[in-house]
């Protein structure tokens, strides 16, 4: 399988919302807000965290990696084992994977990571797009 790339971590925005709620500034119903299809895609595709609840502190974190394309067709918005993302990875085009934590006891939830996989679409040479972009007097 190719490796993942254009990754982007989100500890910082993480740790921003979890000291506004400690701080009292942000209540505990606005960042508890699980849907119940993500706290359903965490009982059936989610993979477990070590990391303990930072709200209710009842339980370790489940992990739910969605993945979103234009050419997935109808699984793209959809949650998927790590198994999936593999072969997925293999068959398909460039497509992005975020990877959500999420407490089934509180329904707390927050991105935690987004990153592309997939065949990467090939690239045209410099002059190639030059010309499509150059105009003509019949234009």
């Known amino acids: 399988m190719r ?6 971590d989100y500890a910082l925005q993480r740790r921003s919302v979890l000291a506004e709620v400690f701080a009292g500034r942000v209540g505990v119903a606005e960042v508890c ?8 895609a965490a009982k059936f595709h989610g993979r477990p965290s070590p990391v303990v609840c930072p709200i209710c502190r009842k339980e370790q974190l489940t992990l739910v990696s969605w993945v979103f394309g234009d050419r997935l067709g109808t699984v793209s918005g959809s949650a998927r084992s790590e198994d999936e993302i593999v072969r997925l990875a293999q068959t398909k085009d460039e497509f992005t994977v975020h990877v959500v934590e999420v407490c089934r006891t509180c329904s707390w939830n927050h991105l935690v990571q987004s990153y592309v996989l997939g065949e990467a ?10 010309r499509r972009s150059a105009r003509t007097a019949s234009d």
């Open 121 to 130: 679409p090939p690239r045209r040479s410099r002059s190639a797009r030059t």
């Open 33 to 40: 807000d699980a849907s119940p299809y993500l706290l359903r």
């Open 3 to 8: 490796s993942q790339r254009q990754t982007v």
